[in-house]
């Protein structure tokens, strides 16, 4: 069955240091997508990045890149330099074939003190 | 207005109320769905609907009543709720189930119940 695990419910860093949120998931397919979202304090989930199965080539925009591991089913997510702008809850999810819809993590509430 | 609308932001009722909370997009979608989200837990995927007709119930309680009338609205009928069910309730949307997995979703903002 799919699964996206975030092991991490929290995590507190002072602006301007790295920070790395991980995101492990399961699936049978070899066809799959996986993506990261955003939850501002307003409430609604803000489309980051997607990653299909077959592109490991990690990614990089910004302050914000990804690391996609086949190998180990893993697909984290770094903030260089962070801001106070970055506090949010993060969500990893997968869509593959098991489902109608995507599967969601549980999500990383990251805060970044000034 | 564009994107998703949810309404009301914020809702409180008791457990022997109904109230209904509603989901507009205006992007043109055909696929809409109903998320849970839970301190601590996955957000949890409720329903899914395309072209106006449900397509999955994801083993949701009978108090949660949905309804689609149209490819642009989506409501979530709630009745004699429990304590339990008070959590964040996102809609969101996609072009088509297919273009959904592939490329994601726009969500709403969610409304916040709260059961009482």
């Known amino acids: ?114 | 207005e564009t994107g998703v609308t949810q309404t009301p932001r914020h809702l409180v009722m008791g457990m022997t109320n109904k109230k209904s909370l509603k989901c507009e997009q205006h992007l043109g979608h055909n696929a809409m769905y109903w998320y849970k989200q839970s301190a601590k837990k996955p957000l949890e995927l409720m329903f899914v609907y395309s072209l106006e007709e449900r397509v999955e119930n994801n083993s949701v309680p009978s108090r949660f009543s949905p309804e689609c009338p149209n490819s642009s609205h989506l409501f979530l009928h709630l009745h004699t709720l429990q304590p339990e069910d008070s959590a964040l309730y996102l809609c969101a949307s996609s072009q088509d189930l297919m273009t959904g997995k592939v490329y994601g979703y726009t969500f709403g903002s969610g409304t916040r119940l709260t059961v009482v």
């Open chain 1, 1 to 114: 069955a799919q699964k996206v695990t975030q092991a991490q419910t929290e995590i507190s860093v002072v602006e301007k240091e790295d920070v790395t949120l991980d995101c492990v998931y399961e699936t049978r397919d070899t066809t799959y997508y996986l993506f990261w979202y955003k939850q501002p304090p307003s409430g609604e989930l803000v489309f980051l990045i997607r990653r299909n199965s077959f592109d490991e080539q990690n990614e990089i925009s910004g302050r914000y890149s990804w690391n996609f591991q086949k190998s180990t089913s893993s697909f984290n997510f770094t903030i260089t330099a962070s801001q106070v702008v970055d506090s949010a809850v993060y969500f990893c999810a997968l869509s593959d074939t098991g489902r109608r819809a995507l599967t969601f993590g549980s999500g990383t509430r990251l805060q970044v003190q000034p």
